[in-house]
């Protein structure tokens, strides 16, 4: 009989950094994987992410019209909730699985708590001060039952929340093994995927809204664009994830940024391009936890912007600025200067995977599901 399990998407980042790990489990006979994606995936807003996913897996997917994607986070949340409850009792999974800290990934834990199901959470531990995040992150460790963790100082944060030591894996990011070839496409191949031209020097832009800030958000942008501009620098600008205000952010691009000779717009440019593009960058420059995680393996100075990453492990390649114009052309002068770019040269990743994928993929698919999993215990270290 074959072990079923769910898996929680809730937008393209998490999808990346699960992939090796699924794929892995896809391949195991006696696993039959259901991977549930959220309406995130299905909003043109934010290319269709859908189409990226693998199409081994098999798929659930609530249908949305057009109206669907006007509702606010608090509304689809219930719309995919309802889904999914449906959809667990048609299957009966054995296990479910959440990654991260996406609002959206409550949806998960909430479904199969009143059945008894084990959770299993991978990347918790991190903090983000800047966002509703940090209160999802948490509350989801509390919910599950294993936990596989990406740092040292992050499996001591959970057990600094109470999680017994036996339930904790520092296992590292997988996705990382993996970038450097998925970096692998030319400026060439990317110029003429994208029909703009990679091989002048440009920069590559994330910023997402910084949900405890929102109010701020206008001000933000305002000198982040101005630095910008000031650069003279190509832009490759990715869209901001599903927050409230994102709107904001993309409308604000569209308006400062028209000439499309010198500036790209990316609704989702797929995992190989990203890897590629952040590659041949001269630096990366937002608020995105690929800026600290990513970035790091393909030596990149990555320029923080902020507070929304607030707490977390940060590589040596990553410069912290605040949203003062000063402050942000400062940054963007050391991370073009040769000393810094040197000095990162030989920078290893904190983020870099401790054990091997099978070796994940193995403890999955032996996890017994018993009484001493299912009982929780809160032990004061």
């Known amino acids: 009989m074959k072990k079923k399990i769910i898996v929680i998407s809730a937008g393209r980042s998490d ?10 489990l896809n ?10 994606l959220t309406k995130a995936h299905q909003d043109e807003k934010f290319g269709n992410t859908y189409s990226f996913i693998d199409k081994d897996f098999s798929i659930i997917k609530n249908k949305y019209t057009n109206n669907d994607f006007k509702k606010n986070m608090t509304e689809s949340f219930c719309d995919d909730l309802s889904f999914l409850v449906k959809k667990i009792k048609k299957i009966n999974p054995n ?43 948490h509350a989801i460790t509390k919910m599950s039952h294993l936990h596989f963790v990406a740092t040292q100082s992050y499996k001591e944060r959970l057990m600094q929340l109470g999680e017994e030591k036996w339930r904790i894996k520092n296992i590292g990011v997988h996705s990382l093994d993996i970038l450097k070839e998925k970096s692998n496409k030319t ?14 020097p440009y920069c590559l832009v994330t910023f997402h809204p910084v949900t405890l800030e929102l109010n701020k958000i206008r001000n933000q942008l305002k000198n982040l664009l101005y630095c910008l501009k000031k650069t003279k620098l190509n832009i490759a600008f990715t869209y901001p994830n599903a927050d409230p205000k994102n709107e904001i952010i ?11 000779n010198k500036y790209l717009f990316i609704k989702n440019c797929g ?43 940060k590589p040596a390649n990553v410069i912290d600025s605040d949203y003062s114009k000063k ?19 030989k920078l290893k990743n904190p983020y870099q995977s401790k054990i091997s994928v099978n070796k994940v993929v193995e403890i999955l698919a032996k996890l017994k599901i018993n009484d001493k999993l299912l009982r929780k215990k809160f032990i004061k270290y």
């Open 187 to 200: 400026k060439k191949e990317l110029n003429k995927y994208f029909k703009f031209d990679f091989n002048k």
């Open 327 to 345: 402050k942000i052309l400062i940054a963007i002068k050391k991370g073009l200067s040769p000393k810094f770019k040197k000095e990162i040269k």
């Open 250 to 260: 993309i409308e604000s691009y569209k308006k400062n940024f028209s000439n499309k």
């Open 27 to 36: 391949k195991k006979k006696k696993i039959k994987i259901y991977l549930f």
């Open 95 to 137: 296990l479910l699985v959440v990654l991260g800290d996406r609002f959206e990934m409550l949806i998960g834990p909430i479904s199969v708590i009143p059945n008894n199901t084990p959770i299993v959470h991978f990347f918790g531990g991190a903090v983000t001060e800047g966002a509703i995040d940090e209160q999802v992150r």
């Open 271 to 313: 995992n190989e391009n990203y890897a590629s593009i952040m590659k041949n960058c001269l630096f990366v420059i937002g608020n995105s936890s690929s800026g600290l995680v990513e970035a790091a393996s393909l030596k990149i100075p990555s320029i923080n912007i902020g507070t929304r990453q607030n707490g977390k492990l």
């Open 15 to 24: 999808y990346d950094r699960y992939y090796p790990i699924l794929k892995g």
